[in-house]
């Protein structure tokens, strides 16, 4: 399995039949082998997550778009080619594609769309998948007590869902901005689920938030040090 960052929340999950195509709004995009299937993750609206480009992909791909409901579907239905498909989803349900080679769960964001629990199975190995959007516990400084409350509140409930499970793979917010409440849902997460590799993301292009983050918790070892767009993992 190759991991490929490419920028902000946006990633690229490689296996031998596949490519996992999640939140790309920018950074170059390999060329794509015509004999993998491509399946193309957008979590939500927000600019910084969705960009229309994708709908431009090279012909000869056989591609499935996998968007969250707050993209109206009306409006992008002329955009996707006629050879591809098209799967609007909403938080809190699971879709297969591909027969039952791959599973969707989502999850509820905390800010809009939803967050994505993929299952791909291929020649006996499975492979599972954690891509967050903006689910995150989003607690800022300038907010009040009772909207940080509600705010934690809200993410723990979707947070216990994911209990216990295992991914090989999750990406997951370290956002800045939020200062002192920067590690909040990094944090949470981790207590919650588990995973052989963490990829922080949504960090604004900071990669010291991701570096503060593993001088003050020494005993997160799987957490992946992202310091340039186009980095690639093997794993």
Not at 222 to 235: A, H, Q
């Amino acid at each position: 399995m190759r991991i490929t960052y490419l920028g902000h929340s946006g990633f690229l999950a490689e296996t031998k039949e596949h490519y996992l195509l999640f939140d790309y709004y920018t950074g170059k995009l390999p060329v794509f082998s015509p004999e993998k299937k491509l399946t193309v993750f957008v979590s939500h609206s927000h600019q910084d997550h969705y960009n229309k480009e994708i709908f431009a992909l090279q012909n000869g791909l056989h591609i499935t778009y996998v968007l969250s409901g707050d993209i109206r579907r009306k409006r992008i239905e002329e955009l996707v080619h006629r050879e591809n498909e098209l799967l609007s989803v909403k938080a809190h349900e699971t879709y297969r594609l591909y027969g039952d080679q791959m599973a969707i769960e989502t999850l509820r964001s905390t800010d809009i769309g939803v967050a994505y629990l993929v299952t791909l199975s291929e020649e006996g190995r499975t492979y599972h998948f954690y891509h967050a959007g903006d689910l995150n516990l989003w607690k800022w400084a300038e907010e009040s007590k009772a909207h940080n409350n509600n705010m934690e509140a809200n993410f723990r409930r979707e947070m216990e869902l994911i209990r216990g499970r295992h991914f090989d793979a999750a990406f997951v917010p370290l956002d800045p901005r939020q200062e002192d409440f920067a590690f909040g849902g990094m944090d949470l997460f981790l207590e919650t689920a588990d995973a052989d590799a963490v990829f922080p993301m949504h960090f604004w292009k900071q990669p010291e938030i991701i570096r503060a983050y593993l001088k003050a918790r020494p005993q997160v070892k799987n957490l992946i040090l992202l310091e340039e767009e186009g980095r690639t993992c093997e794993f």
